[in-house]
């Protein structure tokens, strides 16, 4: 394979979410190995079979991002031990074909997933749902590493800007799996 695409997704809209935040640095951690898009989805609206057929622009946009992807990133905060909404009404879209009676992108697409929270479970648990239903979709899941980190403010610089001391030896080993892991696909 030439140089592999991964398409970023991060499940979370705050403006300074320390998810997107390790999206960057996951970017980082890739280097030129990959290339790293960071999926923007604001604009994709809540799921409604009345407005499914013609597709929303939006929702053609992000499907075209991952089709064209060789492999997808999950980013994802933790909401009530579970993955926020705005990420299952993504997915949501995604599990529907590009057009009547045709196929879904993330079938067979090979997925990481990486989570930072505030609290003690590092996001593991909002995790395990999202593989659950990620596996429904038939996506490839790089079950391992996933990486976890708990505990997130004690990774923030002065500016509350996320700096990964001792993480950053993960993402960069989750990386690195990942990059492999699109080269053996
Ligand atoms: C509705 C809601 C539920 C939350 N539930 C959890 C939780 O179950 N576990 C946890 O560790 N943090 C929980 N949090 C805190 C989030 O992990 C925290 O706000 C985090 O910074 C969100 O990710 P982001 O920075 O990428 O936006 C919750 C936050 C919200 C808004």
Redesign the pocket.
């Known amino acids: 394979m030439s140089k592999p695409k991964i398409v970023a997704i991060?499940?979370?809209?705050?403006k300074?979410?320390?998810?997107?935040?390790?999206a960057r640095l996951a970017k980082e951690a890739v280097g030129d190995r990959a290339e790293f898009e960071l999926l923007e989805y604001a604009d994709v609206p809540l799921m409604n079979e009345d407005i499914e057929y013609p597709t929303p622009e939006s929702v053609q946009r992000v499907r075209q991002a991952v089709a064209s992807a060789d492999g997808v990133w999950f980013?994802t905060?933790?909401?009530?031990?579970?993955f926020?909404g705005v990420l299952k009404n993504l997915i949501d879209w995604l599990s529907r074909p590009m057009e009547k009676g045709g196929s879904q992108v993330l079938a067979k697409k090979p997925a990481a997933i990486s989570g930072?929270?505030?609290?003690?479970?590092?996001?593991a648990?909002?995790q395990d749902h999202l593989v659950t239903l990620i596996s429904i979709l038939n996506m490839k899941v790089m079950n391992w590493p996933r990486l976890t980190i708990?505990n997130?403010w004690q990774q923030l610089d002065e500016e509350k800007k996320l700096k990964l001391a001792s993480s950053a030896i993960h993402l960069q080993k989750q990386a690195d799996a990942f990059v492999q892991f699109l080269q053996n696909q």
């Open positions: 991060v499940g979370s809209m705050r300074d979410s320390y998810n997107r935040q390790l980013f905060p933790e909401y009530n031990h579970f926020p930072i929270s505030p609290g003690m479970s590092g996001t648990i909002a708990p997130g």
